[in-house]
């Protein structure tokens, strides 16, 4: 979760910020209305401890205070930028009688000062439900502008390209006149949106050629992974890029002009132009054999994928966290950050691919797909996928004629 961190205060200006009535979780005694409450986010390089102490509180209160709390969350381990709302009875005059912490969209948890000065601790949670959204696209510059305009949320558009990342490289193949729609799940908790679901049916058309996704999932609701509507796996060995945003500055041939050490040389790889910090992606799963320093190469990767194929990443900025020689990794798992490193002109990512220790063009490989849908759960798969399938918008051929936003649609609890 992230908290904002606009709000701070100064320890030697704190004073009650605003008149509100704080909230009152079943099972404590009600306060009274009208209190002055104070909204508090921990400062960077602080701790609950010293704020608390900063507000003007004793230690003995403090650990009171914590000592109740421990049942449900340890506030010794709470965050900087970590925002709570304190509230002050008018009489006596400014004793602290209450604290309200959001741990979570829908989890909050309350501390409030008993008649004997002792603390109690409870935790309310907001009941979640969940409604279908469906988006649809038309690509006319990029993708991100086409879930501009569609008014989604730019994370669901890398989703989306996640899903169909075997099948299109959406760093150089997309183009104006791709159409795409989505059915997600959002979670509500009372009138608050709390987040998204997964996407539970896509389609993308590329070139003309039509992608379609549906989402599996298990006895227990967890993610399967996505297949087409008759079954079969999307997902492949390796994915047709190693970023999910990017261009090809320079594609994998056997003659090209060195443009640092002006000669002619084989370039066995592809180049990906990309600014700086851009995560890289390990195409697929394998055991890391090199990270480090590579002369000219810069910074880089390699990764063992089996007895037959290789991958490299080099020119990077840095390394992901954990990735050492030795460490396993999963595909689609930033392993990376492009850079410019070693014998470059300018922030891209050179990537190659190695089949039997021979350098192979990987823009040309197709490789074979991954395990279909199991039998034991094909029919009851068909069934619901062509159930959600039915429930996206309708192919539009203009963007006059694109809704400029979600169409809601009631999900299975009735929401």
Do not use: C
Request: glycine letters at 10%; a positive charge.
């Amino acid at each position: 979760m992230k908290f904002l961190d606009l709000f701070y205060l100064a320890a030697f200006s704190i004073s009650p910020l605003s008149f509100a009535t704080p909230a009152t979780p079943e099972g404590l005694k009600p306060l009274d209305a009208g209190m002055d409450v104070l909204h508090y986010s921990i400062r960077r390089n602080s701790t609950f401890y010293s704020s608390l102490r900063d507000l003007g509180l004793d230690s003995p209160e403090i650990q009171k205070i914590v000592g109740a709390a421990r049942e449900h969350f340890d506030l010794s381990k709470i965050m900087a930028g970590t925002e709570f709302s304190l509230f002050y009875a008018k009489q006596p005059l400014g004793r602290l009688m209450e604290m309200e912490f959001t741990l979570s969209p829908v989890k909050t948890m309350n501390l409030r000062r008993s008649p004997d000065g002792q603390w109690l601790s409870q935790v309310t949670e907001l009941s979640s439900q969940t409604r279908w959204l469906s988006f649809s696209g038309r690509v006319s510059s990029s993708l991100w502008e086409s879930a501009d305009f569609a008014g989604m949320d730019p994370n669901l558009i890398g989703e989306l390209a996640d899903i169909f990342a075997w099948q299109i490289d959406f760093s150089r193949e997309v183009r104006a006149g791709d159409r795409w729609r989505i059915l997600v799940e959002q979670r509500h908790a009372g009138d608050k949106v709390i987040g998204w679901g997964r996407i539970l049916a896509a389609e993308y058309e590329h070139a003309g050629q039509l992608h379609t996704a549906a989402l599996l999932r298990g006895e227990a609701g967890e993610s399967l992974g996505y297949f087409t509507p008759q079954g079969a796996s999307l997902r492949r060995m390796f994915l047709k890029a190693p970023m999910k945003f990017g261009r090809i500055s320079s594609r994998f041939q056997l003659r090209r002009f060195h443009p640092i050490l002006k000669k002619t040389r084989p370039h066995k790889g592809v180049d990906y132009a990309a600014p700086i910090g851009t995560p890289v992606l390990a195409v697929g799963d394998g055991v890391v054999v090199q990270s480090g320093w590579l002369g000219g190469a810069g910074k880089a990767i390699r990764l063992r994928h089996n007895s037959m194929y290789q991958t490299s990443y080099k020119h990077l900025h840095g390394f992901a966290s954990g990735v050492r020689v030795g460490a396993r990794v999963r595909q689609g798992q930033v392993i990376g950050y492009v850079g410019t490193t070693g014998l470059s002109t300018g922030p891209h990512l050179h990537f190659e691919l190695w089949d039997r220790g021979r350098y192979v063009d990987p823009l040309g490989r197709k490789f074979p797909s991954a395990d279909p849908v199991p039998q034991k759960l094909l029919l009851g798969f068909q069934t619901q996928s062509q159930g959600w399938l039915a429930r996206m918008p309708v192919w539009v051929n203009s963007d006059s004629e694109l809704p400029r936003g979600p169409v809601f649609i009631s999900a299975e609890n009735g929401f």
